[in-house]
T-cell receptor, first 116, second 112 residues
Framework: DTGVSQDPRHKITKRGQNVTFRCDPISEHNRLYWYRQTLGQGPEFLTYFQNEAQLEKSRLLSDRFSAERPKGSFSTLEIQRTEQGDSAMYLC??????????????FGPGTRLTVL | DAKTTQPNSMESNEEEPVHLPCNHSTISGTDYIHWYRQLPSQGPEYVIHGLTSNVNNRMASLAIAEDRKSSTLILHRATLRDAAVYYCILRDSDNYGQNFVFGPGTRLSVLP
């Protein structure tokens, strides 16, 4: 399967702990996106990368959140000092947009985070 | 990106066609109409997209009104596996490569 993969699929942690999620995009997709989704809502944008450069960050991405894509391939999303409000599904997507044309984003299965 | 309006929920019987509406009265000339769906406990999945003409693929058909202010996603024969939340999203071709803006979508229930 050459789709977007995410690891782990589920994570349970205690408040105050740090957690890190990994996303492996479709190979040769230069754009990588992170979204967060809470129950009953559509996904909300967090940040995205063009290759290794982080081009945009949402206001949802507080100082406790950091994302990297060091070699322009896989990406990690770290949450420090987790809070119960961080409990959500974290989704990763990738795409290969072409100038002047619309693009299709391919999503991974998500990482469900539960903060106790 | 312009806003879309969808019903919160819809029901269909298995093996019957389903028409999922989306209103986008403020659509601009360069906005593409995208449909994604999200099955329970999965990430969103691309369904179809179009600009002006109706589109067909193996999953669904997209019917776009002549004035482009509304569109309809058509599932020709609903199956239980089509039960999902369906999102209609507008995407300006000038904003290629940027994030999608998801609304709450339409929750489709398929009855056996």
């Amino acid at each position: 399967d050459t789709g977007v993969s995410q690891d782990p699929r589920h994570k349970i942690t205690k408040r105050g702990q740090n957690v890190t999620f990994r996303c492996d995009p479709i190979s040769e997709h230069n754009r990588l996106y992170w979204y967060r989704q809470t129950l009953g809502q559509g996904p909300e944008f967090l940040t995205y990368f063009q290759n290794e450069a982080q081009l945009e960050k949402s206001r949802l991405l507080s100082d406790r959140f950091s994302a990297e894509r060091p070699k322009g391939s896989f990406s990690t999303l770290e949450i420090q000092r987790t809070e119960q409000g961080d409990s959500a599904m974290y989704l990763c997507a990738s795409s290969a947009p072409l100038a002047g044309r619309t693009d299709t984003q391919y999503f991974g299965p998500g990482t469900r985070l539960t903060v106790l | 990106d312009a806003k879309t309006t969808q019903p919160n929920s819809m029901e269909s019987n298995e093996e019957e066609p389903v028409h999922l509406p989306c209103n986008h009265s403020t659509i601009s000339g360069t906005d593409y109409i995208h449909w994604y769906r999200q099955l329970p406990s999965q990430g969103p999945e691309y369904v179809i997209h179009g600009l002006t003409s109706n589109v067909n693929n193996r999953m669904a058909s997209l019917a776009i009104a002549e004035d482009r202010k509304s569109s309809t996603l058509i599932l020709h024969r609903a199956t239980l596996r089509d039960a999902a939340v369906y999102y209609c999203i507008l995407r300006d071709s000038d904003n290629y490569g940027q994030n999608f803006v998801f609304g709450p979508g339409t929750r489709l229930s398929v009855l056996p």
